[in-house]
């Protein structure tokens, strides 16, 4: 009974099947695009974009690397060119298609890039050296700003009202 709720496999899909398929928006597929390589579908007789199930695996893919695994694009770029020259592409997927399972992708061996940790938080003042320095630039700031005011006063005071016609 399994059998009969997966969907059928078709040999091309439109953009906006596939992104159904694959939520993603299609501005985000068209995007990819351009920026991956691999990532040609061939249009329709009527000019819209089509994908083959090896394409669809190659979103796939791309969709794990960026928001899954956290690379970068130019980062997702570089493992896919590997990967798909390595033949190594959805072949853990067909082997599980095959078996009729829908087991989880692995988790990745390495740690999440950093990019994603929290920043660490700013340095605690422990030393008075820090808090005077500080205390000086402050007042130099204030001291500066007060100049400002000043000679800012004395330029409208040179200048006088405005005389009326």
Do not use: H, N
């Amino acid at each position: 009974m399994a059998a009969k709720a997966r969907v059928q496999k078709r040999l091309y899909y439109k953009i906006g099947e596939a992104c159904k398929a694959l939520g993603i928006q299609p501005y985000v597929l068209r995007y990819w695009e351009t920026e991956f390589p691999a990532l040609t579908p061939s249009k329709s007789r009527s000019g819209q974009r089509v994908y083959s199930e090896k394409e669809l695996e190659i979103i796939r893919r791309i969709k794990e690397l960026l928001y899954d695994e956290g690379y970068t694009i130019a980062g997702a770029k570089k493992k896919l060119e590997g990967e798909m020259a390595a033949g190594s592409l959805g072949e853990e997927k067909d082997e599980e298609e095959r078996a009729g399972e829908a087991a989880p992708a692995p988790a990745p061996e390495k740690p999440a890039p950093a990019r994603r940790e929290p920043p660490p938080p700013p340095p605690v003042a422990t030393s008075p050296a820090l808090d005077t320095d500080a205390s000086k630039r402050i007042e130099t700031l204030v001291s500066g700003i007060e100049e400002a005011l000043r000679e800012a006063r004395d330029i409208l005071a040179l200048l006088g009202p405005k005389p009326s016609p």
